[in-house]
């Protein structure tokens, strides 16, 4: 063995070996290094460590990313990046039928902003519009980013070496929701109120296994109303290759979902009340093998809504949509803490969780060839896309290709009163496929037409594909799979 006198020790290593080394180590593991012992205090002060690890989350330069000349790497990291980096990113929730994504980015616009940190912004598309008793078709649009929270970095203080372990709360970061509501200004849209926040408003939920359920009928029993309701759509489910499992949690405080069983407010309710809501959801576990346990889920966030009821309205339609108009929500109030002494959270009576959706990136660029193509990749089509659903407006899909069934499936991450998020909203077979020219020649003029797309390069360069679609009623009730084929 070697004596610790040889020249050996780890504090021997040059810096620049040890930050090779800390590239291979979660922050974490890096932060509890430097606080070892002296020695390793020195370290604290280079820039190179704390860059690297800024870089991890997509900061590798301050001034690119809207921060302050002042401001150090290891500020940025301490006291924002270390807590809420993980944040950083898109995320869906389990809204009812709906759903919804929430994207968390660095303020890069801060010299505009006034400000510098972290905003989430929700995606928000156009509303299904009614005229003459029927409802209009809704073009494709792109989302429109509406601020709902800020997480906000100060100047910094004195070097102080509890910085680098990133301490709960953050000594130098404020947060703030934004309640957006319609505008009665002409010449403005929205309107816009900032509401400061005892602490940033949100919520880490352990793994759960807490599922909606829906009945729509008449049940002539209570216990047939129980042996009768259906498992809403799961999300995520099992096999939710859209969810993003790699992303490294927040750190921030897990708090476990609070078990809760709707079923005992409904035995207790009276068959005539039962009937008179007609069609209605509630929660419960599920045990449904469709439906992962909760060793096996992921960890979800949940955004806490303002205390003041005028001010969490709007704000919890914003962040938690509902199809509340022909659902009735069977629910009793309840406090995000779950303590009676702490009243400062008011959370939604059906808090929705975000799941960390995962957000691909592209293959090789000489993969990407055209689709007429015969080297074209299907894999290339996986990953976020905008989907026009008619009278529903853009809804957002995420495409997986199945290369054991060579099949491109089509996941609703958002949906909609009929098909909701959380169902393969369309599948085609790859193999059977054909060039626009060689078959489905009518077809695929007849729906380019009905597109507006005059363009005739795109018109001779189409594939078509066979494959299913899923089609409901409101409610998610009557579901049929239609097969669609080429017409030769």
Known sequence: MLSQNAGSHITRLPIELLCQIFTYLPGNSVVHFLRTCRGYYVLSSSETIWQELCARHGVSSLSASGFHSQTSFRHVYAQLLHAYGPLLGLWASDSLFRGNVLQFRI??????????????????????????????????????????????????????????????????????????????????????????????????????????????????????????????????????????????????????????DHRQILRALHLPQIRQLMRFMYLAPSDDPNVPPPNARHHSLTILSPPNYADRTPYEELVNPHYADFMMFIDNPWTAAGEAQDQRWLRSTTPCHYFPLRFPSPLDQNAHAHPAEAQWDPRTVEGLWLGAYGAHGTEVLYLTYDTDKEEVHAWKITGDANVPRGVVSWRCSVPNCAADGQSGVEVTAELLDQMDIADVRMKAAVRMFDGTGTVSRPGFTCVAHIYWHRRN
């Not at 995606?123 to 989302?143: K, N």
């Not at 703030?176 to 816009?192: F, G, H, R």
Request: charged content about 15%.
């Open 107 to 260: 303020v890069q616009e801060s010299k505009q902003a006034g400000w510098e940190g972290i905003v989430g912004e929700v995606w928000r598309f156009p509303e299904q519009q009614q005229e003459g008793g029927q409802t209009l078709s809704i073009p494709h649009h792109e989302p429109t980013y509406v601020e709902c929270l800020r997480i906000q970095l100060a100047p910094p203080k004195q070097p102080n070496l509890n910085e680098s372990e990133g301490d709960w709360p953050p000594q130098n970061v404020s947060s703030w929701w934004l309640v957006t509501e319609p505008s009665s200004d002409p010449d403005s849209i929205w309107s816009k109120r900032q509401i400061a926040c005892p602490s940033v408003p949100l919520w880490l939920n352990a793994p759960h296994n807490q599922s909606y359920y829906a009945y729509l009928g008449y049940p002539a029993s209570t216990e047939e109303l129980m042996n009768t309701s259906s498992l809403h759509p799961p999300f995520p489910p099992s096999s939710a290759v859209w969810l993003d499992t790699s992303r490294p949690t927040p750190h921030m405080r897990m708090h476990p979902v609070p078990a809760r």
